[in-house]
């Protein structure tokens, strides 16, 4: 997988009762086979192929050690995930808690990664998000 990739679109799942979840086709491909699953500053959990997993590693490890410390949580609570047949992954129990996902989750692509979302919780900032200001405002922090 080389070049930029832009994972767009949001897509609702369901978790089973295993803690496993259905990646949607469309973002597979971005992510890959293996790739891995963090910490969100959100109440979230993201997602990030094994590329950008790297390339996120790579720059903390080129930060001083006490910058690096504070990155800590975001390695101890990672996961790496694998597709099985069906397309779907085993999220653990320390990642759902943290996000708070317990049945319906939203899969959110975000332009390099995608976010997990419990759907209630999604539904609420996508409200306060989305607004006609909102979207002005991000086209004219691009200059678009």
Known sequence: MTGAMSMTGAYDHTLDAKGRLSIPARLREDLGDVFYVTLSMDKCLSAYSAESWQVFSDKINAMPYFKQRKMRPLFAYAAKCELDAQGRILIPQNLRDYAGLKKDVTVVGCNNHAEFW??????????IETTPENIAAAMEELEF
């Open 118 to 127: 419990d759907s209630a919780a999604w539904k609420a900032v996508d409200t």
